[in-house]
């Protein structure tokens, strides 16, 4: 073809709907399947992972408040964008997990964001309920984002993988903070360009790169997150997050325990139901 | 005729206490038996005399072992395996069984717990009737609810209930795991063991096979020990955030499936259209129900300012007519405070709110001579920094904070690390459904409060605790899903 | 000399717009809360000596009433004797509040109870529905004043209240009052006409505001009559206008009170909800007729520890 340079990219966080490096200045290499560098990756540090809880705070009024068809068309959107730049993940996953089958990873990434985009005005009505109690009342139960959700991406599939853990989050109103895998980020942070721009708020995803066993402590324990998904989290650390976890008592999903779960699967509502609360409303019936 | 107002003494009108088949001494249900327990015996007492009601056996840790043995047994052999259908009739048994002896049971709940007898009559055993009922249904329909096709249970549940409402936490938790096909080990709290050592003897009645129910009396100890106990495959727990958060680290990575409600400090917000009498009612209901040992109690009254002098006046007065006192007597609707120690704690978060400067304002009520009894208590100029704004109380003791706007109410409720419930007092709908949907709360009552239902799901947001009760929601708490 | 709260009260009667403002604005009442409250408050067990002390506070407040169109003037004269003395064998069972009848019979009332210390009272205004024009109802009222009615039960006009024309009726209840001179006027809400709790809320302030003496909720005719929530609304009303102004007024629920317990619900209810001032035969009363003999029937009960029966109190 020729003998053009190509201009390489600089691998940032994505806090906010930006792409600042670590607050601490440090970067790691990012290698391939056979050892070789791809890229120098930011090392995010535990401030980093404080101001993303903070971008993800700050985004969950207006990102759960919108309407459940206008999350759908959001997610939507950001299959369109992916499926435009198709070509691009599929090098970047083969590059980093070494797979023949890139092609069908990162079709089924596509997918998955379509699956979830049309789960987000459904959710409701599956999980939901009109409560016949025994009295005048009228009550029902509508299912609620948690808040502010702190993932784990595994570790293996770095785009299936990470969309399977964050669009279900998103899709139900909850923003979040997802720390990538720690050796194959590069996909993550390339879905973070997609997510920028897309029509998702900033703050609504926050990718944090580095190092899984420095971040996640962090995350389990602070007290402005409200669920925390160990999906990706190393067996060695699961029990010690789960412990700091519970200094806030949150919702923890202990995904992953045993092993990465097979991506390919359809999902069913799981993850779903994992980052939703329960609301019960009573309302009197009388003139 | 003259201008003194008659005076109205209601002569006492107690329950007998005989209806309650008090016995001198209790013994723990292990197995489908009675048994008697290796640990300390407790000796549960009234709260409303201090006199000792009855001596009841508690588990040693071996027993704790035998009985989650026994529950494992008939996990593996008898219950895991049974027809849904036929699980089913066993739990409407146990629902008919609690409506036949309900006139025992609430002379019982009131003996032990010194609530007033009119509350554990009309609301403690027939809501524990209706949950085994309910849940009944649901045995042979559970590939119907959402899960899955055929979702299988648990195994053995390990269940830690608190004093506030004994049978009625007893019957929330046995009554979905026995539905859902899981056996169960319950630690009824150490100072109220005693409807639930009548329920495990309903148990026996409705022949519920050997082991499926295990009720082990004890203190925080033996809680802690069943719910760590290496048979236990799901652990649910009511109590405090402070517990809860215990149980929740020291589970941590074992796997066992946790669903845990908690504390609360329930914001309830009045708005200047609300229907202000029922308001008052929906306030005291909210925080002088069961003597506000309620973890979703109307803690916090969040009045707009504009009728915070004419809603208080009126609550005064409502407040003033609460009759105080002996919990068997009919007429009672202010009883006992459960054990000293609450009342310690209940005292000396008042004391708080005197020496932060809020005004507090008690019922002139007469107060027995004896007992643990505290005056429902409103406390005024609240404000968001003092600890009677934040902390949970657990006792008759209101704090009264205002708002100028929507949007300061919403603020104000919701900050808070807790989230089980709110409550909201306006006639205009959309500002119902607006507020509600802003609650950061599990249970939203609007113009009305403390409803509950079987059918309706019950559980917190935050530090309120995880999973819910109730409803086909709460059977995810006893579902391998 | 007219308080603050008075002097804003006035303001608020001046035309018809500030009468609705002012009505509408009053807080709403939710059904459910109300009737459970009442059903809740209904519970209470009243036993032994207040039980007694209740039934003679119900008999002293009960206003025996015949309002039938074959009533003639001996049945008002052995219903006079009933209410100067209700148990012949118990000389101290209280005498009842009044005699309730059609302006007709006032006079044998008025004669038959001379020196009783029992009230006469009577129904005006085109009872019961009070489908008239003002100069009847005026006549009326006047016809039972002169005859010697101590307290007059006038009817409002449901459907002016009903179709927002509250002026209309405040101005006919302020002109019934001025015909009643010295009797007590009660003004009957008709409240099984008017449908919701709001509106009986308003048609009490309606009838406080324009100088009623009581609030009675119903004719006897219309049913539902009485109600406990509805009875806890209006004294709620009353409650609350003490609170306002200092004057305290009355409320006579009526129509389908017939057994002890019924009454002593009611009694719970003012005892709690308008508070002891209240329980006086000046500011609460019965509107009823059966009401009475199962009065004393319980009283007997009560005194003699047994059960009693119907043969043992009169048939009057």
């Known amino acids: 073809m020729s003998d053009r340079v190509s201009v390489a ?279 | 005729m003259s201008g003194e107002p008659m005076s109205w003494e209601y002569a006492p009108a107690p329950e007998s206490r005989d209806i309650a088949n008090l016995k001198p001494a209790y013994r723990m249900f292990v197995d489908g038996k009675f048994v008697d327990g290796t640990g300390e015996p407790l000796k549960t007492i009234n709260p409303a005399t201090e006199e000792v009601l009855a001596e009841v056996a508690t588990a040693s840790k071996a027993d704790i072992d035998t009985a989650v043995r026994a529950a494992r047994r008939a996990y593996d052999k008898v219950w895991g395996r049974m027809p849904g259908a036929e699980r089913a009739k066993y739990v409407f048994r146990i629902a008919r069984l609690i409506q036949e002896r309900t006139r025992e049971l609430a002379v019982l709940e009131s003996l032990d717990n010194g609530k007033p007898i009119k509350e554990s009559r009309d609301v403690d055993v027939p809501t524990a009737a209706a949950h085994f009922f309910y849940h009944a249904g649901w045995a042979d329909k559970l590939g119907h609810a959402g899960y899955g096709p055929n979702p299988r249970p648990l195994g053995v549940a390990g269940q830690v209930i608190p004093w506030n409402f004994p049978l009625l936490m007893a019957a929330w938790k046995i009554a979905p795991a026995l539905a859902c096909g899981n056996t169960v080990v319950l630690k009824p709290a150490e100072t109220t063991p005693l409807t639930a050592l009548v329920l495990a003897e309903i148990c026996q009645q409705a022949d519920l096979p050997a082991g499926v129910v295990n009720i082990l009396p004890g203190a925080g100890d033996v809680g802690a020990e069943l719910v760590n106990h290496a048979g236990v495959d799901k652990v649910a727990f009511t109590g405090s955030t402070e517990v809860g958060k215990l149980i929740q680290r020291s589970l941590a990575g074992t796997g066992k499936k946790l669903t845990l409600e908690l504390g609360g400090k329930a914001a309830n917000i009045v708005f200047d259209d609300a229907p202000l009498d029922q308001a008052v009612e929906g306030i005291v209901n909210g925080i002088f129900f069961n003597q506000g040992h309620v973890c979703c109690a109307g803690s916090r009254l969040l009045v707009q300012e504009s009728v915070a002098d004419e809603l208080l006046a009126k609550l005064r007065y409502r407040v003033s007519t609460l009759r105080l006192g002996d919990p068997l007597d009919k007429n009672t609707d202010v009883g006992a405070i459960n054990s000293k120690a609450q009342l310690d704690k209940i005292r000396e978060l008042t004391e708080s709110g005197d020496s932060e400067g809020a005004q507090k304002w008690t019922s002139p009520c007469p107060m027995p001579d004896k007992g643990f009894f505290f005056a429902p208590t409103v406390f005024s100029d609240v404000q968001q920094s003092m600890r009677i704004a934040r902390e949970e109380i657990f006792g008759p003791v209101l704090s009264v904070l205002t708002f100028r706007t929507p949007e300061e109410a919403v603020a104000k409720a919701n900050n808070t690390p807790y989230g089980l419930s709110a409550g909201i007092w306006t006639e205009k709908g959309s500002r119902i459904l607006w507020t509600a949907q802003r609650m950061r709360a599990g249970v939203v009552w609007a113009n009305t409060f403390n409803r509950f239902d079987p059918t309706a799901p019950f559980g917190g947001y935050q530090e309120s605790g995880f999973g819910r009760e109730g409803g086909r929601a709460g059977l995810e708490a006893y579902l391998d899903v | 000399m007219a308080t603050p709260a008075a002097t804003e009260l006035s303001e608020v009667t001046r035309d018809d717009a500030s009468l609705r403002r002012f009505l509408h604005g009053l807080p709403g009442v939710d059904q459910v809360g109300v009737e459970q409250r009442a059903a809740g408050l209904g519970t209470r067990s009243i036993k032994k000596a207040a039980k007694l002390f209740a039934i003679d506070t119900a008999i002293s407040m009960v206003d025996l009433t015949t309002l039938e169109g074959a009533d003639t003037p001996g049945k008002v004269r052995t219903l006079a004797a009933k209410a100067r003395r209700p148990d012949p064998d ?96 009660k003004v009957i809400l008709e409240t099984g006409e008017l449908s919701t709790y709001d509106n009986v809320r308003r048609a009490s302030w309606l009838a406080l505001l324009a100088g009623g003496d009581f609030i009675k909720t119903s004719t006897g005719k219309v049913t539902p009559a009485a109600t406990l929530p509805v009875t806890h609304v209006m004294l709620q009303a009353v409650r609350d206008w003490w609170e306002r102004t200092g004057q305290l007024r009355g409320v006579k629920p009526a129509g389908g009170i017939r057994t002890t317990k019924d009454a002593i619900r009611y009694l719970v209810a003012v005892h709690e909800v308008a508070g002891p001032e209240w329980l006086s035969p000046e500011l609460f009363r019965f509107g009823a007729s059966s009401l009475l003999n199962d009065l004393l029937m319980q009283r007997r009960a009560q005194i003699e520890g047994h059960y009693s029966g119907p043969d043992y109190v009169t048939v009057d």
Not at chain 1, 107 to 127: E, F, M, P, S
Not at chain 1, 193 to 217: I, K, Q, W, Y
Request: proline residues 5%; hydrophobic residues 45%; neutral net charge.
């Open chain 3, 90 to 185: 118990y000389p101290d069972v209280p005498h009842v509040g009044a005699v309730c009848v059609y302006p007709d019979l006032v006079e044998v009332a008025v004669t038959a109870l001379a020196g009783s210390g029992v009230g006469v009272a009577s129904v005006a205004t085109a009872f019961p529905s009070g489908r008239s024009n003002l100069g009847v109802k005026l006549a009326d009222t006047e016809m039972a004043v002169h005859a010697g009615a101590s307290e007059i039960d006038m009817v409002i006009d449901r459907g002016a209240f009903l179709s927002g024309r509250y002026g209309r009726v405040f101005d006919e209840i302020v002109a019934v009052k001025a015909a009643c001179g010295d009797a007590h006027l």
């Open chain 1, 9 to 287: 990219k600089t691998y940032k966080l994505y806090i906010g709907g930006a792409f600042p490096r670590s607050e601490s200045g440090r970067v790691y290499a990012v290698t391939d399947s056979r050892g070789g560098f791809l890229a120098n990756a930011a090392q995010a540090s535990r401030k980093d992972a404080r101001d993303a809880v903070a971008a993800a705070r700050k985004a969950f009024p207006g990102w759960s408040g919108a309407t459940a068809y206008n999350r759908g068309q959001v997610l939507y959107r950001v299959a369109e964008l992916l499926e435009g730049r198709r070509e691009q993940f599929v090098r970047e996953v083969a590059a980093s997990e070494g797979v023949k089958h890139a092609e069908s990873v990162v079709n089924a990434a596509i997918d998955r964001w379509v699956w979830y985009a049309g789960w987000t005005d459904k959710v409701a009505t599956v999980l939901g309920a009109s409560n016949p109690v025994a009295g005048p009342y009228f009550s029902f139960s509508v299912p609620e984002p948690t808040g502010v959700v702190a993932a784990l991406a595994p570790q293996s599939s770095s785009l299936l993988g990470l969309v399977s853990v964050v669009a279900p989050v998103i899709a139900t109103g909850n923003t979040c903070v997802v720390v990538s895998s720690q050796n194959r980020p590069l996909p993550a942070i390339t879905l973070s360009e997609v997510l920028a721009t897309s029509d998702v708020p900033g703050g609504v995803v926050n990718v944090l790169t580095g190092r899984t066993g420095e971040l996640a402590p962090w995350l389990a324990s602070h007290a402005d997150v409200n669920a925390l998904d160990l999906t990706g989290a190393p067996e060695s650390i699961r029990a010690e997050l789960e412990r700091a976890a519970a200094g806030t008592v949150k919702r923890v999903s202990r995904a992953g325990r045993g092993g990465e779960p097979d991506w390919t699967r359809e999902p069913g509502v799981d993850r779903l139901r994992a980052v939703l609360e329960t609301k019960t409303v009573w309302h009197p019936m009388g003139v």
